[in-house]
């Protein structure tokens, strides 16, 4: 349904706080269908809320965003979609094993996306989930380094 949502009724989702109810319906269909899916949720909230520099907060089209220093890294939507932001060597190297996904939407870009199915799939996805934290602050400090090596000359 979500792969449907997405394709066909995408255009929808400039509409003010559409997508969010889309995706609270969603969690609330999980609550019912899938109730441990959320409990998975949680746990990958909890995992990035203890990375040093996170904030974790509402999603633009729902579910929940991760940022570092005030920029989205990951996301996951209320039905276990993670998504999540790597380099584009890194998703090359990771798609080769067939856990993750090309993102649904930016195929060409380094977004990944990996469905949670399973309790043991959150472990991998907090692993996907460190290693885009990582990219994020490296990427940080080497903006900051610039800055810094600009304003001495």
């Known amino acids: 349904?979500?792969?449907f949502v997405v394709r066909k009724l995408g255009f929808l989702k400039d509409i003010p706080l559409l997508a969010i109810l889309f995706d609270s319906?969603?969690?609330l269909w999980m609550f019912i269908v899938k109730p441990e899916l959320l409990h998975w949720i949680d746990d990958l909230e909890e995992n990035v809320e203890r990375m040093p520099g996170t904030t974790v907060g509402i999603h633009k089209y729902g579910?929940?965003?991760f940022?570092?220093?005030g920029k989205e890294f990951a996301h996951v939507h209320s039905n276990g979609l993670v998504d999540i932001l790597l380099n584009k060597?890194?998703?090359k190297s990771l798609m080769m094993d067939g856990?993750?996904?090309d993102h649904h939407l930016f195929k060409n870009s380094g977004w990944i996306s990996f469905y949670l199915h399973?309790?043991?799939d959150v472990a991998y996805a907090c692993y996907l989930l460190k290693k885009a934290y990582d990219r994020a602050r490296e990427k940080q400090n080497s903006v900051r380094q610039a800055l810094i090596v600009?304003?001495?000359q």
Do not use: D
Request: glycine share 4%; no cysteine.
């Open 118 to 120: 399973n309790k043991q």
């Open 1 to 3: 349904m979500f792969s």
């Open 99 to 101: 856990k993750i996904k």
């Open 89 to 91: 060597e890194l998703k």
């Open 67 to 69: 940022n570092y220093s």
């Open 25 to 27: 319906l969603m969690r």
């Open 150 to 152: 600009q304003s001495l």
């Open 63 to 65: 579910g929940t965003a």
